[in-house]
């Protein structure tokens, strides 16, 4: 069984996604939430500021977890992010941006990163309150 995070960085009432390469191995050209697989003797929280530091040179603090989502290969554990710092490079997507519930309903994304996004917006709408 893999073990897989990924990360949900707000801003606002909007999500950070990035789409993947066209050349990637699994999932080419969809969108998906930053993060990747959990190496050995890493906690969930490592594993999640590694791959958004290699990912997009961003420093990130994971703050709340999302329920897992699995099946028979995988298990995905899902934070809530807040940015510490960096400015996002493309390097192994071809694009990312700020999207709010009505766009990320329309997007391409990896079926996992669909569910998790959906329990954000369903279920955790405490997080996208926008600041007065």
């Avoid at 606002?12 to 190496?39: A, H």
């Avoid at 554990?77 to 960096?86: A, K, M, N, V």
């Avoid at 996992?112 to 309150?129: A, D």
């Amino acid at each position: 069984m893999i073990k897989v995070v990924c990360g949900i960085l707000i801003h606002n009432d909007t999500i950070l996604v990035g789409k993947r390469l066209n050349d990637s191995k699994m999932f080419p050209n969809k969108w998906e939430f930053p993060g990747g697989k959990i190496e050995l003797n890493e906690t969930p929280f490592q594993a999640l500021k590694r791959e958004w530091k290699e990912e997009l040179e961003i420093d990130v603090h994971p703050f709340h977890q999302l329920r897992d989502i699995s099946n028979d290969d995988m298990i995905l554990s899902t934070f809530t992010l807040r940015l510490l710092g960096g400015k996002a490079k493309l390097n192994v997507h071809s694009e990312v941006k700020f999207v709010d519930k009505a766009e990320f309903r329309k997007m391409d994304m990896i079926p996992s990163n669909r569910i998790v996004g959906n329990i954000l917006f369903n279920s955790y709408s405490i997080f996208l309150k926008k600041e007065k």
